[in-house]
Nanobody
Framework: QVQLVESGGGLVQVGGSLRLSCAAS????????MGWFRQAPGKEREFVGA????????YYADSVKGRFTVSRDNAKNTVYLQMNSLKPEDTAVYYC???????????????WGQGTQVTVSS
């Protein structure tokens, strides 16, 4: 299984942008679909967006569509989450995940990262 480590979280103001990174190791990164999830305090973990193993198809939650973009660099074994026009309700711990089935949707989780905190202040 692939091991995942997120980075890039932090504090940002409403309307600002942030880019999260997730570095993969331990297996062939390019064969995995990659996704992002988030969990806000007191809430269940929810799907944010995902990208197929080739990067040709994406799928996003309605709440982030048009604001967030998932991308990948297979040469660097890294997946990114570009977050624009951030809102207070985007505050959460963000996790990347890997799906060996390779499709952006439906997304089945084979590996999780440890998460990175994103806080959007108003």
């Amino acid at each position: 299984q692939v091991q995942l480590v997120e980075s890039g979280g932090g504090l940002v103001q409403v309307g600002g942008s942030l880019r999260l990174s997730c570095a993969a190791s331990g297996d062939t990164f390019s064969k995995y679909a990659m996704g992002w999830f988030r969990q806000a305090p007191g809430k269940e973990r929810e799907f944010v967006g995902a990208l197929s193993w080739r990067g040709g198809s994406t799928y996003y939650a309605d709440s982030v569509k048009g604001r967030f973009t998932v991308s990948r660099d297979n040469a660097k074994n890294t997946v990114y989450l570009q977050m624009n026009s951030l809102k207070p309700e985007d505050t959460a711990v963000y996790y990347c995940a890997a799906d060996l089935r390779g499709s952006a949707w439906p997304f089945h989780i084979d590996s999780w990262g440890q998460g990175t905190q994103v806080t959007v202040s108003s």
